[in-house]
């Protein structure tokens, strides 16, 4: 079984650019995570989708950031314009509705933004 | 008080030695708790879940003590491969969203 896969695996853009970061859950796994990790600190919840709907956006930053999940299967994370300080790794994770505390992720996108 | 604690380490153990981790949380409500491993500029990866009083799965074991809030981890006769951070996890009620520890550094040396 596949696991969860993200794109691109690193991201270098200029400051004010636009990045959009993909992520392919576990086929089959409702619930769907965006994390970021900043340098020296620990992982930090973006935002919970169960199927297309967005559960809880709590995490989420600033309006720069957009969350979609069309279609309840992969999502993106928009970032729009990016800044400095978005510069991490954005990690996906999934889970299936019956466990949805065990989660699965996905290797990460290293966003660099100069 | 920090909502998931734990001392980042790193600790430094040689083949074979025993080593315990300890993480606070803060959470008194919460109910599941998680251990992760993360190797170096790679995902996090479910080593160990604690629901209870403790879990053991071959040379690891995790307790819990929900009247210190904290939980443990506990790795026996430690290989050069288990060299990681380590990763508490305690979600907050019933949302399943996860807060995450910093991270605990281990390497195990020859």
């Known amino acids: 079984e596949a696991g969860v896969t993200q794109f691109p695996s690193h991201s270098v853009i200029e400051k004010g650019q636009t990045v959009t970061l993909r992520c392919d859950p576990i086929s089959g796994h409702d619930n769907l995570y965006w994390y970021r990790r900043v340098m020296g600190k620990e992982i930090k919840f973006l935002l919970h989708?169960?199927?297309?709907?967005?559960?809880?956006e709590s995490g989420m930053p600033n309006n720069r950031f957009l969350a979609e999940r069309t279609g309840g299967t992969y999502s993106t994370l928009k970032v729009q314009p990016a800044e400095l300080e978005d510069s991490g790794v954005y990690f996906c994770a999934s889970s299936h509705w019956t466990r949805k505390d065990t989660q699965y992720f996905g290797p990460g996108t290293r966003l660099t933004v100069l | 008080r920090k909502e998931v604690e734990q001392d980042p380490g790193p600790f430094n153990v040689p083949e074979g030695a025993t080593v315990a981790f300890n993480c606070t949380y803060s959470n008194s409500a919460s109910q599941s708790f998680f251990w992760y491993r993360q190797d170096c500029r790679k995902e996090p990866k479910l080593l160990m879940s604690?629901?209870?009083s403790g879990n053991e799965d071959g040379r690891f074991t995790a307790q819990l003590n929900r009247a210190s809030q904290y939980i443990s981890l506990l790795i026996r006769d430690s290989k050069l491969s288990d060299s990681a951070t380590y990763l508490c996890?305690?979600?907050?009620?019933?949302?399943?969203?996860?807060?995450f520890g910093r991270g605990t550094s281990l390497i195990v040396h020859p």
């Open positions: 996890v305690v979600p907050s009620g019933g949302s399943y969203i996860p807060t």
């Open positions: 604690v629901y209870s």
């Open positions: 989708f169960v199927k297309e709907s967005k559960q809880d």
